[in-house]
C-alpha cells in the first residue's frame, strides 16, 4: 500500500515562503519520479513541479519558475517544494504525486497521490 502524506501548508502574506513536505510510504521510492501539483477552487488541477529519480533533472511551469524548487530525498523518501516570492495566484491545494520510472507533467499520468495541503496567500 502505497500512502503519500504533504505537509506544511498555511496561510502566508504575499512575498513570504512556504516549505511543502511529502512523505511516502513506499516499497522503492527511487524508483518513482516525483510531481507536486495545486489546484485552486472551480479550477482543473496544474502541473507545478517534477523531479526524476534521481533529483538531477528538475521541470516547472511557467508560473512558479525562478520561485519554487522541488527536491528529494531518496534516503528519507521524501519530497520537498520550497516556495518563495509567494503570490495570492498561488493559492490552491497542493497535492505530491508518484510515477513509476519517468517525470512528467500530466496529472494522469500519475500513480499515487497525497491527500493535499492547502497553502493560501494573502495579499
Known amino acids: 500500500q502505497v500512502q503519500l502524506v504533504e505537509s506544511g501548508g498555511g496561510l502566508v502574506q504575499a512575498g513570504g515562503s512556504l516549505r511543502l513536505s511529502c512523505a511516502a510510504s513506499?516499497?522503492?521510492?527511487?524508483?518513482?519520479?516525483v510531481g507536486w501539483f495545486r489546484q485552486a477552487p472551480g479550477k482543473e488541477r496544474e502541473f507545478v513541479a517534477a523531479s526524476t529519480r534521481s533529483g538531477v533533472n528538475t521541470y516547472y511551469a511557467d508560473s512558479v519558475k525562478g520561485r519554487f524548487t522541488i527536491s528529494r530525498d531518496n534516503a528519507k523518501n521524501a519530497v520537498y517544494l520550497q516556495m518563495n516570492s509567494l503570490k495570492p495566484e498561488d493559492t490552491a491545494v497542493y497535492y505530491c504525486?508518484?510515477?513509476?520510472?519517468?517525470?512528467?507533467?500530466?496529472?494522469?499520468?500519475?500513480?499515487?497521490w497525497g491527500q493535499g495541503t492547502q497553502v493560501t496567500v494573502s495579499s
Open positions: 504525486a508518484l510515477k513509476y520510472l519517468s517525470a512528467g507533467s500530466g496529472w494522469d499520468e500519475y500513480d499515487y
Open positions: 513506499v516499497r522503492t521510492f527511487s524508483n518513482y519520479a
